[in-house]
């Protein structure tokens, strides 16, 4: 029996880490594996840390390895422990608390050191780096208690830092020694560019400014600069680069230059030592960037594990920067050097910039920004170094793949090879996500997302995320992929509407059987969207499922985490009474209910009512309700107008609460929120609505396709009227249209930049086409009556508001 | 542990792919009426987060958690991919000429 050789990763990051993963998968049983990590944390991503600044991701998440990950693959971990001396004769490891392990092969990942100034001053308090947790504990510490911030390098990470630290509400001032942000990855077009976008943000700039020493007495108060000016700073963050941790290598007799030497094994000058990750130096470059350093902890695993590779080779890198809604991107060479040729667009009214350089017929390097979804496939073609001789313009203006031939776009994915990796972020490669698809059913981006991790980040992998969902669900089916409205069905919308219109179909069930559907009873997606077609087609004799209505629609009340409802009455147009207020009121003292809280939507919400009491407090309240919920119309919200405001030129309160009488109950294929301003300063935010109206002096305009969600939409303007009727004519003629002809699901705002403001328009043109939808609406609206009041009237109904009563026992067993 | 065999409803106070919730021996138990009128019990809590899988989508044999969507074999308490978990499920009786539901629990 072979002895396990000992294997000591040196180094509990994420470069080490990773090739330890890829080890364990290829060959878990040949090796006894110690970690030792000088921070007393599990392995976690470092790159989030800017996350976890900026507010978008706490400490938990970030932490790509737990505690149990360890356990569960037998490895010893030692943390708190920072390796001091590696004796190549005796071969053990030894940390400074005098922890010695004995090993066969060792892996140095000692990352870099954050290169902190040599400046008088740097030792004071308030003094820090940005390069871990306990940086980021300092960095939130301080500004709980100091308002100040400097940050000293205009670079990457410096920029991320400065980010983080205006959204703890600091005040921050960022030093670069050039006159351009991130010279590193931008030309100075962009690099102005970005510049304006985050000093729009709050950010100060302060360039060209070479720092001489950091004031204060024990704690920093500030910074001088060569020039004879000052800058004040409670918290200085020194952002200005990072250098290869390589002490140890050194003290160790292993070679080193800026970086651990390295072969295209990972192996160092001294065998059966390696190295990888940011403290490795491979033929010359010390990367910084996580892509090829995850590349070369795969390179590694294979080799240490027996497995054939053909070595790491480089890397072309690319970087990514999102700062709060400011895309950069940039990839290979970007700089102009003699022999290469560039083509640009800058677009100052867009906001963006797009540089691409050519040499020798090959893209070598390209800078985005304001818009970087160009930024996969450029890098791609710069990685795959093919010929782009006569087609440079097509790139530059960003044609997609599919115009440019499906060759290159599907087959440059297909052409890649299975390690390389296609989410940067976390280090996913084309074989984790092929695998993902072909053998874990995987068939959306989010469920490879949940599987793999992949675009789980900044989401810029995603285009080629879907090329390979493409390609791979395709070939599992062993023909071309067509997308159904769910995965019951390869029919889209349109068919299913015209096959129901065709074959008078009035029932899901007839539905699904006459379609062919896979699932007999469908599924959570197409039931409530067959439920939607059926009765949008045929209102008159469709009779609605309840049992293929989403939860909230089936119980007309909004379910919380905690199975409790909200209960949301009518209050049209935002106008209330002192009647109605008390007896809400009463209603939620009489049912204890633990918060009254105000709508967006300008009403009241009364959360955490136990389902049994629904019933109840609709008939002690008395109103119809509110349909917080569902797909349908919410509220129309409303700002003062002409009763009481001085600017009013319209009547805003009573157009609003016309509109919400007409409109309530309509079933609509996703919610629909609508709002009325009295004039065009626009107080009921009448431009992120479904559709707005904002009064004008002599008429009101009338705009569409808004949405103030998750994607804000501001609406376009579809027409201007004179009078209410005129308001009620085109509104009621558009939402039919809407309902018509969208997607279940499919919120204006997706259809209208689906089918273009310009068909939208078109299909309102004609007075006679508009009349014609409004008398169908008015017909659909005709039918509804309030689900409150049903239930509240009938036994049938309310009874699955209750539990049953007290079961009882038949025998003993 | 001793299981007893209850009387909990009839079928006619379920609506058919519907669910009703009752509690037994302190544990919330939902009994879902499919369409072709046979009875599934489960416990009344999804392995995700506690939604209560009684106010959810039944399909077939499976319900929809109305929480966030998670599908669940109603026969055999399981989750299904690419989500994992599982719940108790109870053994059901239905007399079809009387209507009567028992659950064992």
Same mark, same amino acid.
């Given at each position: $029996?072979?002895?396990? *050789? *000992?294997?000591?990763?040196?180094?509990?990051?994420?470069?080490?880490?990773?090739?330890?993963?890829?080890?364990?998968?290829?060959?878990?049983?040949?090796?006894?594996?110690?970690?030792?990590?000088?921070?007393?944390?599990?392995?976690?991503?470092?790159?989030?840390?800017?996350?976890?600044?900026?507010?978008?991701?706490?400490?938990?998440?970030?932490?790509?390895?737990?505690?149990?990950?360890?356990?569960?693959?037998?490895?010893?971990?030692?943390?708190?422990?920072?390796?001091?001396?590696?004796?190549?004769?005796?071969?053990?490891?030894?940390?400074?608390?005098?922890?010695?392990?004995?090993?066969?092969?060792?892996?140095?990942?000692? =990352? #870099?050191?954050?290169?902190?100034?040599?400046?008088?001053?740097?030792?004071?308090?308030?003094?820090?780096?940005?390069?871990?947790?306990? %940086?980021?504990?300092?960095?939130?510490?301080?500004?709980?208690?100091?308002?100040?911030?400097?940050?000293? /390098? @205009?670079?990457?990470?410096?920029?991320?830092?400065?980010?983080?630290?205006?959204?703890? @509400?600091?005040?921050?001032?960022?030093?670069?020694?050039?006159?351009?942000?991130?010279?590193?990855?931008?030309?100075?077009?962009?690099?102005?560019?970005?510049?304006?976008?985050?000093?729009?943000?709050?950010?100060?700039?302060?360039?060209?400014?070479?720092?001489?020493?950091?004031?204060?007495?024990?704690?920093?108060?500030?910074?001088?600069?060569?020039?004879?000016?000052?800058?004040?700073?409670?918290?200085?963050?020194?952002?200005?680069?990072?250098?290869?941790?390589?002490?140890?290598?050194?003290?160790?007799?292993?070679?080193?230059?800026?970086?651990?030497?390295?072969?295209?094994?990972?192996?160092? +000058?001294?065998?059966?030592?390696?190295?990888?990750?940011?403290?490795?130096?491979?033929?010359?470059?010390?990367?910084?960037?996580?892509?090829?350093?995850?590349?070369?902890?795969?390179?590694?695993?294979?080799?240490?594990? @027996?497995?054939?590779?053909?070595?790491?080779?480089?890397?072309?890198?690319?970087?990514?920067?999102?700062?709060?809604?400011?895309?950069?991107? +940039?990839?290979?060479?970007? %700089?102009?050097?003699?022999?290469?040729?560039?083509?640009?667009?800058?677009?100052?009214?867009?906001?963006?910039?797009?540089?691409?350089?050519?040499?020798? /017929?090959?893209?070598?390097?390209?800078?985005?920004?304001?818009?970087?979804?160009?930024?996969?496939?450029?890098?791609?073609?710069?990685? #795959?170094?093919?010929?782009?001789?006569?087609?440079?313009?097509?790139?530059?203006?960003?044609?997609?793949?599919? $115009?440019?031939?499906?060759?290159?776009?599907?087959?440059?994915?297909?052409?890649?090879?299975?390690?390389?990796?296609?989410?940067?972020?976390?280090?996913?490669?084309?074989?984790?996500?092929?695998?993902?698809?072909?053998?874990?059913?995987?068939?959306?981006?989010?469920?490879?997302?949940?599987?793999? *991790?992949?675009?789980?980040?900044?989401?810029?992998?995603?285009?080629?995320?879907?090329?390979?969902?493409?390609?791979?669900? =395709?070939?599992?089916?062993?023909?071309?992929?067509?997308?159904?409205?769910?995965?019951?069905?390869?029919?889209?919308?349109?068919?299913?509407?015209?096959?129901?219109?065709?074959?008078?179909?009035?029932?899901?069930?007839?539905?699904?059987?006459?379609?062919?559907?896979?699932?007999?009873?469908?599924?959570?997606?197409?039931?409530?969207?067959?439920?939607?077609?059926?009765?949008?087609?045929?209102?008159?004799?469709?009779?609605?499922?309840?049992?293929?209505?989403?939860?909230?629609?089936?119980?007309?009340?909004?379910?919380?985490?905690?199975?409790?409802?909200?209960?949301?009455?009518?209050?049209?147009?935002?106008?209330? #009474?002192?009647?109605?207020?008390?007896?809400?009121?009463?209603?939620?003292?009489?049912?204890?209910?633990?918060?009254?809280?105000?709508?967006? =939507?300008?009403?009241?919400?009364?959360?955490?009512?136990?389902?049994?009491?629904?019933?109840?407090?609709?008939?002690?309240?008395?109103?119809?309700?509110?349909?917080?919920? =569902?797909?349908?119309?919410?509220?129309?919200?409303?700002?003062?107008?002409?009763?009481?405001?001085?600017?009013?030129?319209?009547?805003?309160? +009573?157009?609003?609460?016309?509109?919400?009488?007409?409109?309530?109950?309509?079933?609509?294929?996703?919610?629909?929120?609508?709002?009325?301003?009295?004039?065009?300063?626009?107080?009921?935010?009448?431009?992120?609505?479904?559709?707005?109206?904002?009064?004008?002096?002599? @008429?009101?305009?009338?705009?569409?396709?808004?949405?103030?969600?998750?994607?804000?939409?501001?609406?376009?303007?579809?027409?201007?009227?004179?009078?209410?009727?005129?308001? $009620?004519?085109?509104?009621?003629?558009?939402?039919?249209?809407?309902?018509?002809?969208?997607?279940?699901?499919?919120?204006?705002?997706?259809?209208?930049?689906?089918?273009?403001?310009?068909?939208?328009?078109?299909?309102?043109?004609?007075?006679?086409?508009?009349?014609?939808?409004?008398?169908?609406?008015?017909?659909?609206?005709?039918?509804?009556?309030?689900?409150?009041?049903?239930?509240?009237?009938?036994?049938?109904?309310?009874?699955?508001?209750?539990?049953?009563?007290?079961?009882?026992?038949?025998?003993?067993? | 542990?001793?299981?007893?065999?209850?009387?909990?409803?009839?079928?006619?106070?379920?609506? &058919?792919?519907?669910?009703?919730?009752?509690?037994?021996?302190?544990?919330?138990?939902?009994?879902?009426?499919?369409?072709?009128?046979?009875?599934?019990? &489960?416990?009344?809590?999804?392995?995700?987060?506690?939604?209560?899988?009684?106010?959810?989508?039944?399909?077939?044999?499976?319900?929809?958690?109305?929480?966030?969507?998670?599908?669940?074999?109603?026969?055999?308490?399981?989750?299904?991919?690419?989500?994992?978990?599982?719940?108790?499920?109870?053994?059901?009786?239905?007399?079809?000429?009387?209507?009567?539901?028992?659950?064992?629990?």
């Amino acid at each position: $029996m072979t002895k396990t *050789k *000992k294997l000591v990763l040196i180094g509990n990051g994420m470069a080490g880490v990773r090739a330890i993963e890829h080890l364990l998968k290829l060959s878990p049983e040949s090796y006894d594996i110690t970690i030792f990590g000088a921070e007393p944390h599990p392995n976690y991503n470092r790159i989030m840390l800017s996350s976890v600044l900026a507010g978008g991701a706490d400490m938990q998440e970030i932490i790509i390895n737990d505690w149990d990950w360890y356990k569960e693959n037998n490895i010893t971990l030692h943390t708190g422990h920072k390796v001091t001396k590696i004796d190549t004769e005796l071969k053990t490891v030894t940390s400074h608390l005098g922890l010695e392990v004995e090993y066969d092969a060792i892996i140095i990942a000692t =990352g #870099s050191n954050p290169f902190m100034l040599p400046l008088p001053g740097a030792d004071k308090e308030g003094v820090i780096a940005f390069r871990d947790i306990h %940086d980021c504990e300092v960095m939130i510490d301080a500004s709980q208690k100091y308002k100040k911030a400097v940050v000293i /390098g @205009g670079g990457l990470l410096g920029l991320e830092a400065a980010r983080g630290l205006l959204h703890l @509400g600091m005040e921050v001032n960022v030093v670069h020694i050039f006159g351009n942000l991130m010279e590193r990855q931008l030309d100075e077009a962009a690099a102005k560019m970005l510049q304006r976008e985050l000093e729009a943000q709050g950010m100060q700039f302060l360039l060209q400014k070479s720092t001489t020493a950091i004031k204060g007495k024990r704690r920093a108060t500030g910074l001088t600069f060569a020039d004879g000016t000052e800058v004040d700073g409670d918290l200085v963050v020194m952002a200005v680069g990072i250098k290869p941790n390589i002490e140890l290598a050194k003290a160790s007799g292993i070679e080193v230059n800026r970086g651990i030497i390295v072969d295209d094994f990972m192996q160092t +000058s001294i065998p059966g030592i390696y190295a990888v990750g940011e403290c490795a130096e491979h033929r010359g470059i010390a990367y910084g960037l996580v892509a090829p350093l995850y590349e070369q902890g795969a390179v590694l695993a294979k080799h240490l594990a @027996g497995v054939e590779t053909a070595g790491y080779a480089g890397s072309v890198t690319s970087t990514k920067l999102k700062v709060s809604g400011v895309d950069v991107f +940039s990839a290979g060479r970007f %700089d102009e050097a003699p022999g290469t040729q560039s083509l640009k667009i800058q677009d100052d009214m867009a906001g963006t910039y797009k540089k691409i350089v050519v040499q020798d /017929g090959k893209l070598v390097g390209a800078v985005l920004f304001g818009d970087t979804s160009d930024g996969a496939e450029l890098f791609a073609t710069i990685k #795959s170094g093919e010929s782009i001789a006569g087609r440079e313009k097509e790139i530059l203006l960003g044609i997609s793949s599919d $115009m440019l031939g499906q060759s290159s776009g599907s087959g440059r994915l297909e052409a890649m090879a299975d390690d390389e990796i296609i989410c940067g972020c976390n280090g996913v490669s084309k074989g984790t996500i092929a695998d993902a698809i072909t053998n874990k059913g995987c068939n959306t981006v989010s469920a490879i997302k949940s599987c793999t *991790k992949a675009s789980a980040s900044c989401g810029g992998c995603k285009p080629q995320v879907e090329g390979l969902l493409q390609l791979y669900a =395709g070939d599992s089916l062993g023909e071309p992929v067509k997308e159904g409205i769910c995965g019951c069905t390869t029919l889209n919308r349109d068919e299913i509407v015209a096959e129901i219109t065709r074959m008078n179909l009035n029932s899901t069930k007839e539905v699904m059987n006459v379609l062919g559907w896979h699932n007999p009873e469908g599924c959570s997606k197409c039931r409530p969207a067959l439920n939607y077609y059926l009765g949008m087609i045929n209102p008159e004799e469709y009779v609605d499922e309840n049992e293929s209505r989403i939860t909230n629609e089936r119980y007309h009340a909004n379910i919380q985490k905690d199975g409790t409802y909200s209960v949301v009455p009518r209050i049209y147009g935002g106008v209330t #009474s002192p009647a109605d207020l008390k007896k809400i009121a009463e209603v939620a003292e009489k049912f204890d209910v633990p918060m009254v809280k105000f709508t967006g =939507g300008q009403r009241l919400d009364l959360l955490g009512v136990k389902k049994e009491d629904l019933p109840k407090i609709w008939e002690e309240l008395d109103m119809p309700s509110g349909h917080a919920y =569902g797909k349908t119309l919410r509220t129309v919200k409303t700002c003062v107008g002409s009763t009481f405001c001085r600017f009013g030129t319209q009547d805003s309160i +009573s157009m609003g609460i016309q509109l919400e009488k007409a409109f309530e109950r309509l079933n609509t294929p996703a919610k629909v929120k609508l709002a009325v301003s009295g004039c065009p300063r626009n107080c009921a935010e009448a431009t992120i609505k479904d559709f707005g109206v904002v009064a004008i002096d002599g @008429g009101w305009e009338l705009h569409i396709g808004g949405n103030g969600g998750v994607k804000v939409r501001a609406t376009d303007l579809l027409c201007i009227v004179k009078t209410e009727d005129e308001v $009620m004519e085109w509104s009621s003629a558009f939402l039919q249209l809407y309902r018509e002809n969208a997607q279940w699901n499919e919120r204006t705002a997706q259809w209208i930049e689906r089918v273009g403001l310009d068909h939208v328009k078109k299909a309102l043109e004609s007075r006679e086409e508009r009349l014609a939808l409004k008398s169908r609406i008015e017909k659909t609206l005709s039918l509804t009556t309030d689900p409150w009041k049903q239930i509240v009237e009938t036994d049938e109904l309310r009874k699955n508001f209750v539990e049953l009563s007290s079961p009882q026992p038949v025998q003993q067993l | 542990m001793t299981t007893t065999k209850l009387f909990v409803a009839n079928l006619s106070d379920i609506d &058919v792919k519907g669910s009703r919730r009752i509690t037994i021996k302190d544990i919330e138990v939902a009994v879902f009426r499919l369409s072709d009128d046979s009875v599934l019990a &489960v416990e009344n809590r999804c392995p995700h987060k506690n939604g209560l899988l009684s106010e959810g989508m039944v399909c077939g044999t499976d319900v929809h958690c109305p929480l966030h969507d998670w599908k669940i074999d109603l026969r055999s308490g399981k989750v299904h991919e690419p989500d994992e978990g599982c719940i108790n499920t109870f053994e059901t009786e239905v007399d079809r000429e009387s209507g009567a539901i028992y659950v064992t629990v």
